[in-house]
């Protein structure tokens, strides 16, 4: 090896290494270095040659100086460069708002909501007996409290309650609207029922008809001007109070009703747009049910428009639709009387149709105490007028074994397929859907024993109502393609146990059973 050479070498002290690094095969006192070159060299010392242009590269890269850089920047390469960087930056931008802009103007726009009451949410449940419904123990406000837990279960949206003030039979200045009678408990007791029951978000409605307890629920035809005064007095007393609205029934008795209606429907919505008067009447002419809205917008019109007794699908389908139609804009309400019980009116295999039908039909159902457990006036030991609540077997002590467990609200609550869970059901869907709340209606063909219809809202989920009044079990014959409707549907429900929920079902093949309703949905489709 020449001394050149030797110059161009750097040393690299061995001892200087991590010691795993340290050459292991060497003879003692001989280094690498010296065995490669066949001489001896100091042990641990190894000479490695590094060219010199990789030395110099491996220094320190300092980079460009600033005064570089702006040189190189300011090229016309560079600058032609960022000018098109720019041009194609802005270019995109615009093109994304543009798309925007399509896509905003050609999606479908969604229907504005429209302004709903409290009442047009949910079920009204009509308390018009304490004692009846509540027990004679227990039939005071007091009592009614303390069930407030029932009702809330059942989803309804208000109670009717009485009427409770104090009437002495067919005398007007015994009668006051303003004072509770003492058999159902005192103001005080109103008072902490109202609170209460708002704690829950249950309207509490107040029914004002004057002399329900005389022959004549609005006295004699010459004491109108009297009564009158009493009522506008009493409806600013209770508004004042905290109540919800009012409630007044056998108004087809009342001179001139269509006029005093108006008047106390200004006073009830004077306080608030949440304030509801109930108007009940016996009629079930049609005619004589519009000429008491003649002057009134907000009205809920209860009547007896529907307890004809001829039970098959297409009158009932005429029945509704031609309501509908005529009272236009005007909310409904749904009910087969101002008062009575529906097993008064509806046989009992058909109870659950009507429950899935005023639950489903445009416009708030109103149903009685019972109602949601098919209460019957007709058992032993039931008072007509006002049967007893069967809240277990021992409500009818004097009657014993007359009530079964499957008829009473403990009996049913344990039922997954009683009328009561039905009930429960239908209240909790008609409170949440918007196409069950405010959708539009549209009438389906069907047989003489069906009666089918669609509810449907804007872009939310559609529902299908198929209901079969007849005896025998029935294909339904939906067009499909004219109602557009899609060739499946989910099952939500059905009014008889035995069908399993969310299934699908196919259209053309719809079979119902005797007396069965169902409650089918499908998803909107753009």
Request: proline share 5%.
């Amino acid at each position: 090896m020449s001394q050149d050479t030797e110059g161009d070498m750097k040393e690299v002290e061995l001892n200087e290494l991590e010691p795993e690094k340290q050459p292991m095969n060497a003879a003692p006192g001989t280094s690498v270095a010296g065995v490669m070159a066949g001489g001896t060299e100091k042990n641990g010392l190894v000479k490695i040659k590094v060219a010199d242009d990789e030395a110099e590269a491996a220094a320190k890269f300092t980079g460009l100086s600033k005064e570089e850089l702006l040189k190189v920047a300011g090229s016309p390469g560079w600058v032609r460069t960022r000018w098109a960087l720019l041009l194609l930056f802005w270019l995109g931008w615009l093109g994304m708002l543009a798309g925007a802009v399509v896509i905003i103007v050609q999606a479908p726009r969604c229907r504005e909501l429209p302004t709903q009451s409290w009442w047009s949410k949910g079920a009204l449940y009509r308390i018009g007996d304490l004692q009846a419904f509540l027990g004679p123990k227990a039939g005071n406000l007091t009592g009614l409290k303390e069930n407030l837990g029932y009702l809330s279960t059942l989803k309804v949206k208000g109670i009717v309650l009485g009427p409770i003030h104090k009437n002495q039979k067919d005398d007007v200045n015994g009668t006051d609207l303003e004072q509770i009678d003492p058999i159902f408990g005192t103001k005080e007791d109103f008072y902490s029922l109202l609170q209460s029951a708002k704690k829950k978000s249950i309207r509490v409605v107040l029914d004002l008809t004057p002399n329900y307890r005389g022959q004549s629920s609005w006295f004699l035809p010459g004491q109108a001007d009297t009564v009158a005064t009493k009522m506008k007095d009493a409806l600013s007393f209770w508004l004042e109070a905290g109540v919800d609205g009012f409630q007044v029934r056998d108004v087809e008795n009342l001179m001139n009703a269509p006029l005093f209606l108006a008047e106390w429907q200004n006073i009830t919505g004077s306080v608030s747009g949440d304030k509801l008067l109930i108007a009940g009447t016996g009629f079930s002419n049609l005619e004589q049910i519009l000429s008491l809205l003649r002057f009134t917008k907000d009205l809920l019109l209860t009547s007896s428009y529907l307890s004809d007794r001829i039970f098959t699908g297409e009158h009932i389908k005429f029945l509704a639709s031609q309501y509908l139609n005529v009272t236009n804009n005007h909310w409904c309400s749904w009910s087969l009387s101002q008062a009575g019980l529906l097993t008064s009116f509806v046989p009992r295999h058909l109870l659950r149709l009507y429950q899935l039908l005023f639950f489903t039909l445009p416009g708030t159902p109103v149903f009685s105490y019972g109602d949601e457990i098919g209460l019957e006036a007709a058992l032993p030991g039931q008072p007509a007028k006002a049967p007893v609540m069967l809240w277990d077997e021992s409500s009818l002590p004097n009657s014993p074994g007359s009530v079964l467990s499957n008829m009473t609200v403990k009996g049913q609550s344990e039922d997954p397929g009683s009328l009561l869970s039905l009930f429960r059901q239908l209240s909790n869907q008609r409170g949440k859907e918007r196409s069950l709340l405010h959708g539009d209606f549209h009438a389906l063909t069907s047989g003489s024993d069906l009666f089918a219809y669609v509810r449907r809202w804007d872009q939310n989920k559609r529902f299908l109502v198929v209901l079969n009044f007849g005896d025998v079990g029935q294909t339904a014959p939906l067009a499909a393609a004219s109602a557009g409707l899609p060739a499946k549907v989910d099952l939500l429900l059905s009014t008889q146990p035995g069908r399993e929920a969310d299934t699908s079902l196919e259209l053309e093949h719809l079979k119902l059973e005797p007396h069965e309703g169902l409650l089918l949905h499908f998803p909107y489709v753009a």
